[in-house]
C-alpha cells in the first residue's frame, strides 16, 4: 500500500520526521470502534489501541484519533495490535456539538477535502437542517456541496434548486437520484484520486447508495426509510473509509440524529450570506435585526427578498452558537473566539471567493 493513495503528501511527510526518529510510522485510520482502530498503513491493514501516555493526552472527545486522522504507531507486540503513540495536527475537521449539558466537540471526520452535505427530495428535504450542516461544514476548512438525493420523487426541481442556489449562493448545489443514476456524471468528476470525501446528512437520504454507484458494486449495506415516518433505519453504523475506483478516497457515516452547532460565527456567514450582506445596510452597525428602525434585513422579509422563516432561524442558530460558546469558553478562548463583529466582513469576502470559484470552475 502506498500511503500516498491515501492522501499522504510531502508535508505530512516532513511533519512526521520527529515520529520516524521515535521510531513510529504512519497509518491513517478507517474505521474507530470503542476500543480498536481499524488502520491502513504501508503495511496493509492493522488494528490499533490508543497508547497509555496518548490516551492521558486526551482532555476532550476531539482529541481522540478519529476516520480520516493521521496517527504514528509503533511496529510491534504480539497482541494482535499495535499501540497507536500520537495524531498528527489535523488539516480540516467536520465537528459537531455532542447532545449533552457540557459543550464538547464529536469530530466526524478529519483531513477532508470536499464534505458532501446529503439531503432527501423526500419527506427529509429541510432547508433549516442545510443551513445548520453549512454551518459547521463552513468552519471545517474543507469545501463542501449540496447534493440532493431521490431527485426521482420530488415534481419541482427545479423550482427547490433555484430557491436553494440563491439562499447559498456559490454552494453547489447538485440533484441526482441515486436510484436511477441520473445526475450522478457532475458528481462523479468532483472526485479527485488521493482526495478526500465524507458524506453526511440524516439517516435515509441515500449516503450510501451513492458510494455504492460510485463504487460501481453495492457493497455497503443500504436500506429502505421507514414506511411509517419516512426516516431512514440507521443502517449505516459506523464511519468507514474506502478508495473509490478512480483513487478518491470517501468516508460514509452513519445518520447523525441532530446536528448541533459548535461554531464561532464564522461559519454562519456561509450559511447566511444573503443576510449578512444586507445586515450592511442597516442603519445601526450593531443592528440585531430584530426590531430596529431602518434595518434592511427586516426590510426585505417585509417586501418578500428573504423567507421570514429564514430571517427566525438565523436569529435560532445565532443564539444556539452564543449559548453553546459560553458553555465552553473556558475550551474555546484560545482557540476561537466570537468575531460577529467581523461577520458581514467575512460574508462579502465569501462571497467574492465563491464568485471567483465559480468563474474558475
Ligand atoms: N427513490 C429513491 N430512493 C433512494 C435513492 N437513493 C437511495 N434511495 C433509497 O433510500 C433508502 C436509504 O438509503 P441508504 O443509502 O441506506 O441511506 P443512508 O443515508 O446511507 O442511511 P443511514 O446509513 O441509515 O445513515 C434505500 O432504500 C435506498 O434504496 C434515490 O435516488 N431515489
Ligand atoms: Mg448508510
Ligand atoms: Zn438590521
Not at 490508543?50 to 507486540?77: A, E, M
Not at 468532483?190 to 450510501?208: C, D
Not at 459506523?238 to 459548535?262: C, F, H, W, Y
Amino acid at each position: 500500500m502506498d500511503l500516498s493513495d491515501l492522501g499522504w503528501n510531502d508535508e505530512r511527510e516532513e511533519q512526521f520526521t520527529e515520529h520516524y526518529k521515535c521510531g513510529l510510522f504512519p497509518a491513517r485510520v478507517i474505521e474507530s470502534t470503542r476500543l480498536f482502530y481499524k488502520l491502513l498503513s504501508e503495511k496493509g491493514e492493522i488494528t490499533g489501541k490508543l497508547s497509555g501516555k496518548l490516551r492521558y493526552t486526551c482532555s476532550s472527545k476531539s482529541d481522540f484519533p478519529t476516520v480520516g486522522d493521521w496517527i504514528g504507531y509503533k511496529p510491534s507486540n504480539n497482541k494482535g495490535f499495535v499501540p497507536i503513540q500520537v495524531r498528527m495536527e489535523r488539516e480540516s475537521a467536520f465537528s459537531r456539538k455532542v447532545a449533552g449539558k457540557v459543550s464538547d466537540e464529536q469530530v466526524i471526520a478529519a483531513n477532508i477535502d470536499t464534505i458532501l452535505i446529503v439531503n432527501g427530495l423526500d419527506q427529509d428535504f429541510s432547508i433549516r437542517r442545510i443551513e445548520r450542516y453549512v454551518t459547521l461544514a463552513g468552519e471545517s476548512g474543507a469545501g463542501f456541496v449540496i447534493v440532493l438525493n431521490k431527485a426521482d420523487l420530488c415534481k419541482d426541481l427545479e423550482g427547490v434548486l433555484s430557491s436553494l442556489r440563491e439562499q447559498f449562493e456559490g454552494v453547489p448545489v447538485h440533484a441526482i437520484s441515486a436510484l436511477d443514476e441520473s445526475g450522478l456524471e457532475p458528481i462523479r468528476e468532483l472526485f479527485v484520486p488521493g482526495r478526500t470525501y465524507v458524506f453526511l446528512g440524516s439517516s435515509g437520504v441515500g449516503k450510501s447508495t451513492i458510494i455504492n454507484r460510485l463504487l460501481g458494486e453495492d457493497r455497503i449495506r443500504t436500506s429502505s426509510v421507514s414506511d411509517h415516518d419516512g426516516r431512514g433505519r440507521h443502517t449505516t453504523t459506523s464511519k468507514n473509509l474506502m478508495l473509490l475506483p478512480n483513487g478518491a478516497i470517501v468516508i460514509d457515516t452513519p445518520g447523525l440524529r441532530e446536528v448541533q452547532l459548535l461554531a464561532s460565527g464564522a461559519g454562519l456567514a456561509h450559511a447566511f450570506a444573503d443576510i449578512e450582506m444586507l445586515a450592511e445596510g442597516c442603519r445601526f452597525t450593531d443592528c440585531t435585526h430584530t426590531s430596529e428602525p431602518g434595518c434592511a434585513v427586516l426590510a426585505a422579509v417585509e417586501n418578500g427578498a428573504i423567507p421570514g422563516e429564514r430571517l427566525d432561524s438565523y436569529h435560532k442558530l445565532k443564539r444556539e452558537i452564543e449559548h453553546n460558546l459560553s458553555k465552553s469558553e473556558a475550551r474555546f478562548k484560545n482557540k476561537r473566539s466570537p468575531f460577529w463583529k467581523n461577520i458581514s466582513k467575512q460574508a462579502r469576502m465569501i462571497k467574492k471567493n465563491n464568485r471567483k470559484n465559480v468563474r474558475d470552475r
